[in-house]
Nanobody, 124 residues
Framework: QVQLVESGGGLVQAGASLRLSCAASGLPFAVKAIGWFRQAPGKEREFVAAITWSGGSTYYPDSVKGRFTISRDNAKNTISLQMNSLKPEDTAVYYC?????????????????WGQGTQVTVSS
């Protein structure tokens, strides 16, 4: 049974940093990538970052490139999202997700398993 559990969210001021973690268990042997998405109230779920499980290739949208860094520890089945220079517009619930399909890794419907989310609030 696949489980993804996010942690590390909180309330910070603009300009601060946060590190989110996603603890994964029961992942399919052929998992291809882990992604982070976020969803603010009244908005659609938005791609934040992804990393391939084997090669470690990373993907980011322009909105977070240079500020966010995704990394993985395969031995611990943990995926982290380091978020620096946070802005109020980064406020959202952040989800990690796993896919065992090849794809762009930037679209939420490519992902098969989701965590419950962790709230990040950035005050101005």
């Amino acid at each position: 049974q696949v489980q993804l559990v996010e942690s590390g969210g909180g309330l910070v001021q603009a300009g601060a940093s946060l590190r989110l973690s996603c603890a994964a268990s029961g992942l399919p042997f052929a998992v291809k990538a882990i992604g982070w998405f976020r969803q603010a109230p009244g908005k659609e779920r938005e791609f934040v970052a992804a990393i391939t499980w084997s090669g470690g290739s990373t993907y980011y949208p322009d909105s977070v490139k240079g500020r966010f860094t995704i990394s993985r520890d395969n031995a611990k089945n943990t995926i982290s999202l380091q978020m620096n220079s946070l802005k109020p517009e980064d406020t959202a619930v952040y989800y990690c997700a796993a896919t065992y399909r090849w794809g762009t890794y930037r679209v939420s419907n490519e992902y098969d398993y989701w965590g419950q989310g962790t709230q990040v609030t950035v005050s101005s």
